[in-house]
């Protein structure tokens, strides 16, 4: 297993952190802080990698299908909070964008670690949600390597579904087993391995792109308003009469 991920700048130690454990907690706070600044500069590199994927996605939502999310530990969590928003946001109903985390609900909070080395259980995680070829799905990972995500992209191909892969390294395993591949290159953690920092982040943000940009494809602003949002609290329903009024000149009221 070691052998297997030296090589991978996501595991690689980074000697500029070296005195982390002695350090001050203004030091840590600006060490982290200029590491993360790093991240949006390597999502920009990767535009050219993301935009066709986003485009790809867009087209198979325009025609009813839908957007699943597959990952393990953090990628999944990143997945199940992108897919958590869209309801709210866009009005979809929760099929429409969902997310697949290995080890099912419970690992959003509890984390469960080997389960991302079940390669069987990726793959019938695809086949129970039906996945079909007016689908698409994006399958993220770190590392590029985990089994349980590369085996549900593969499935979720083999079944006719378009396959993103979205990694933070190069030449992954997930991207040679996409039709599509993001690898967004963010180096060595200032924790060494723990993905959950800059590499989250940057699934975080191309996560974003992704789904909002395909909405905003579907139709569901109006200027960059979101005109299809969900009533459903206070805080929305002022947000709804708010954009109303905007572009009919209703009063409150009448809004």
């Known amino acids: ?81 992108d897919a958590s928003e869209c309801p709210p946001t866009f009005n979809t109903s929760p099929d429409r964008v969902r997310a697949v985390i290995a080890g099912g609900p419970e690992a959003l909070l509890v984390a469960k670690e080997g389960v ?32 349980y995500v590369v085996a549900a992209v593969r499935a979720a191909r083999a079944r006719g579904a378009l396959t993103v892969g979205l990694s933070c390294n190069e030449g992954t395993r997930l991207s040679a087993a996409a039709d599509l591949s993001i690898e967004v290159v963010v180096g060595p953690e200032v924790v060494a391995g723990s993905t959950r920092l800059k590499a989250g982040t940057a699934q975080k943000l191309v996560l974003n792109m992704i789904s909002t940009i395909s909405m905003i494809r579907l139709g569901k602003t109006y200027g960059n308003l979101m005109v299809d949002l969900r009533v459903t609290n206070a805080k929305l329903r002022h947000r709804a009469v708010r954009i109303i009024r905007r572009f009919t000149g209703a009063s409150g009221s009448e809004a």
């Open 1 to 81: 297993m070691t052998d297997l991920l030296d090589h991978l700048l996501t595991e690689q130690v980074d000697d500029r952190y070296a005195d982390l454990d002695t350090a001050s907690v203004a030091q840590l706070a600006a060490v982290m802080n200029e590491a993360d600044a790093t991240v949006p500069q390597a999502v920009r590199a990767a535009l050219p990698q993301i935009v066709p994927a986003i485009e790809a996605v867009a087209q198979r939502l325009a025609v009813g299908g839908r957007l699943l999310y597959v990952g393990a530990g953090t990628a999944g969590r990143m997945g199940a909070l």
């Open 116 to 147: 991302e080395d079940d390669e069987a259980a990726g793959a019938a995680a695809v086949a129970e949600a039906d996945v079909g070829s007016e689908d698409a799905v994006v399958g993220i990972s770190a590392s590029g390597r985990t089994p």
